[in-house]
């Protein structure tokens, strides 16, 4: 096994065992989850999956952990999440939490939608 391949599996195990400790990550979408269940593949680690339910819109996710690279967050700022999305919506959770600038997230809300 290459350096990088053990190095990239360490990495997938530590980002795993973190949101399993958390029970709460955070999805692309810059939303809280809160996790459901996890897919652990030895042979395959890029197939490393977790699960959860969004606390935002309450529907389900999936995130690959060596793709998308969700990052486990506690309960607590799981809920002020929900807080920021109830008053600012998608925009406030992108600013607040995604590294975007306000600016920026108008431009990708005027291009892709």
Partial sequence: ?????????????????????????????FHP?????????????CGTDVE???LTNSGKCSCSIAYCGPTPIT?????EMVEVWKAEGDKGLAVRYGGYSSED???????WR
């Fill in 105 to 111: 997230y108008d431009a990708f809300e005027k291009e």
């Fill in 75 to 79: 309960e607590a700022v799981a809920l």
């Fill in 52 to 54: 959860g339910i969004a």
């Fill in 1 to 29: 096994m290459s350096y990088n391949k053990r190095t990239q599996k360490k990495r997938i195990k530590k980002l795993l065992n973190e949101i399993l400790d958390t029970g709460y990550f955070i999805n692309c979408n």
């Fill in 33 to 45: 989850v809160h996790l459901t269940g996890y897919g652990y593949w030895s042979k395959d680690i």
